[in-house]
């Protein structure tokens, strides 16, 4: 059974730092990619970032460019998202997604997500 | 950016009927859409995905089709557990992006 299990997320202050992961099992990490999407609270699904299976190719939102980093640990089967210089509106439940197969493939298994919440 | 935009934003519907949810892209796309079911801000499920295809486990009372800009979810009797929200998604492109979503309510 695919399984995504995210974590990292807490209160942090305007132009603060957090690093959100995601535990995979249940399959081959390493030929899948993988992404990451938000949802602000009582709003619609964004898009965050896209990570390729070997971590060689990655795809950022323009609102996030810049100041989110993706990355992936094979060893560990983990995703990351390093976020810096958060805003307000960037309080959010950050999704992980892993893909049908490539990057260009639709969500096929998300995870249950880890609330971000940007506030002094 | 490709826009995708849903009808409707909201409707109610009773048990047994059919259901219709529209997405229209703002650009091509060929047939890289796809559907997901949300509820309460708990994980999105995926349905349905290029545009026609049938994610494995969901029911058949599921469907999807188009192609290019225009596309559509079909609801063929409406179960009580078929309540949320529902997003259509491109993947042709960066940025990825969704519709705004449609909230679906049993009378």
């Known amino acids: 059974e695919v399984q995504l299990l995210e974590s990292g997320g807490d209160l942090v202050q305007p132009g603060g730092s957090l690093r959100l992961s995601c535990a995979a099992s249940?399959?081959?990490?390493?030929?899948?990619?993988m992404s990451w999407v938000r949802q602000a609270p009582g709003k619609g699904l964004e898009w965050v970032s896209t990570?390729?299976?070997?971590?060689?190719?990655?795809f950022y939102a323009d609102s996030v460019k810049g100041r989110f980093t993706i990355s992936r640990d094979t060893s560990k089967s983990t995703l990351f998202l390093q976020m810096n210089s958060l805003r307000a509106d960037d309080t959010a439940v950050y999704f992980c997604?892993?893909?049908?197969?490539?990057?260009?493939?639709?969500?096929?298994?998300w995870g249950q997500g880890t609330l971000v919440t940007v506030s002094s | 950016d490709i826009q995708m935009t849903q009808s409707p934003s909201s409707l109610s519907a009773s048990v047994g009927d059919r259901v219709t949810i529209t997405c229209r892209a703002s650009?091509?796309?060929?047939?890289?859409l796809a559907w997901y079911q949300q509820k309460s801000e708990k994980a999105p499920k995926s349905l349905i995905y290029?545009?026609?295809s049938l994610e494995s486990g969901v029911p058949s009372r599921f469907s999807g089709s188009g192609s290019g800009t225009d596309f559509t979810l079909t609801i063929s009797g409406l179960q009580p557990e078929d309540f949320g929200t529902y997003y259509c998604?491109?993947?042709?492109?960066?940025?990825?992006?969704f519709g705004q979503g449609t909230k679906l309510e049993i009378k």
């Open positions: 650009q091509g796309i060929r047939n890289s």
């Open positions: 997604a892993r893909h049908q197969a490539t990057l260009n493939e639709h969500f096929q298994h």
């Open positions: 249940g399959f081959n990490f390493n030929t899948y990619a």
């Open positions: 998604q491109q993947y042709n492109s960066y940025p990825y992006t």
């Open positions: 990570i390729d299976s070997r971590g060689l190719r990655t």
């Open positions: 290029s545009a026609s």
